[in-house]
């Protein structure tokens, strides 16, 4: 009886704790500020022996080309390339010292092509975040593929390969909007994302960047709770098999 009521004690809490992310919201990494420096202090960058010459100051890039996206969510300031050694930009989370800064209207579309919209949740805890990125409008980055590599705690979770000068409306490589990059599962809020860009070649334009989002979208379910949702389905199985003997 005691082990039933602390199932459903754990139940209870994960519901509640769902219920108190319900306002849609993200936490966005800025490139840069409106002085062409570093934008929310999570992001650093290599580049000509180490030292700040990768980081350019920052030009307004062009805002999104269609409506899906409104020019009021992300100024598009960006870095871009550098030349030296090799260029590397980093943007890094933790959701425990990282509130979310970014507030959104419920079922905000991110990328309308691909159906991206706002989960309507906001984050600070353990759970699964998306991991969107974003770029001005480009054709003449000169460094080759751009590789997005995200990790949690120094471990490698996602890789993605974009060619920052393709112009396709569906993927939007090339259309301002924002992008998914993929999903992580975070165990705990003091678990840290890290989302590092390189380019294939280090020229002046290797690559561009105006951003990283990550977004709070669903709670990791505990063990008892996945035990007890396993009961409920387990339960209506024999319940339809039972109606159809009947």
């Not at 959104?104 to 990125?133: H, K, M």
């Amino acid at each position: 009886m005691k082990k039933t009521a602390s199932r459903i004690g754990s139940a209870i809490a994960a519901i509640a704790l769902l219920i108190a992310h319900t306002t849609s919201a993200a936490y966005i990494i800025e490139a840069s500020d409106a002085g062409g420096r570093l934008g929310e202090g999570h992001f650093t960058y290599t580049g000509a022996g180490g030292t700040a010459a990768s980081y350019s100051t920052a030009s307004g890039g062009q805002l999104p080309a269609s409506s899906d996206v409104p020019s009021t969510f992300f100024t598009l300031r960006h870095a871009f390339g550098g030349n030296g050694t090799t260029d590397e930009y980093s943007f890094t989370y933790t959701p425990l010292s990282d509130d979310d800064n970014t507030v959104f209207a419920e079922n905000t579309s991110f990328n309308l092509p691909q159906n991206l919209r706002s989960s309507g949740l906001s984050g600070g805890e353990a759970g699964t975040y998306n991991v969107y990125r974003i770029h001005p409008s480009t054709d003449n980055v000169s460094g080759g593929t751009t590789t997005y590599r995200v990790s949690v705690n120094g471990d490698l979770k996602v890789s993605e390969g974009i060619d920052q000068n393709a112009a396709n409306l569906t993927t939007g490589e090339n259309i301002g909007r924002w992008e998914l990059i993929g999903s992580v599962d975070l165990l705990s809020n003091t678990d840290t994302v890290t989302v590092t860009m390189t380019p294939q070649n280090s020229t002046y334009v290797s690559m561009r960047a105006s951003g990283i989002m990550l977004e709070y979208v669903a709670p990791i379910p505990e063990p008892t709770v996945l035990a007890i949702m396993g009961i409920g389905s387990a339960l209506i199985l024999v319940r339809r098999r039972l109606m159809i003997l009947e």
